[in-house]
Nanobody, 126 residues
Framework: QVQLVESGGGLVQAGGSLRLSCAAS????????MGWFRQAPGKEREFVVA????????YYAESAKGRFTISRGNAKNTVYLQMNSLKPEDTAVYYC???????????????????WGQGTQVTVSS
């Protein structure tokens, strides 16, 4: 089992920034690729960004490219999501997730993730 706890969400004005953190415990963190997903009210959960086990490869949704940055600290068992230039359409509950998958296609698919955090709310006001 891997336990994931997100933090760092909140209310921010459009154009502002937030940094989300996801702390992992349980099994060896470095054995899992990590992803961030989000879900807005009435919408399906969508892929935002993922990072490989080593942190050497990252994968971004088009909506996140150029604005969001994922990173991980395997020594601290933590993955981060730096979000800049936030827009009202970024408003959602953000979830981190862990997967044993390795291919870039699988890393974008929610059903390939084995463990999920409880989510943290991000609200961007216009």
């Amino acid at each position: 089992q891997v336990q994931l706890v997100e933090s760092g969400g909140g209310l921010v004005q459009a154009g502002g920034s937030l940094r989300l953190s996801c702390a992992a415990s349980g099994r060896t963190f470095a054995n899992y690729a990590m992803g961030w997903f989000r879900q807005a009210p009435g919408k399906e959960r969508e892929f935002v960004v993922a990072i490989s086990r080593s942190g050497g490869a990252t994968y971004y949704a088009e909506s996140a490219k150029g604005r969001f940055t994922i990173s991980r600290g395997n020594a601290k068992n933590t993955v981060y999501l730096q979000m800049n230039s936030l827009k009202p359409e970024d408003t959602a509950v953000y979830y981190c997730a862990a997967t044993a998958a390795t291919t870039s296609t699988w890393l974008r698919a929610p059903d390939k993730y084995d463990y999920w955090g409880q989510g943290t709310q991000v609200t961007v006001s216009s």
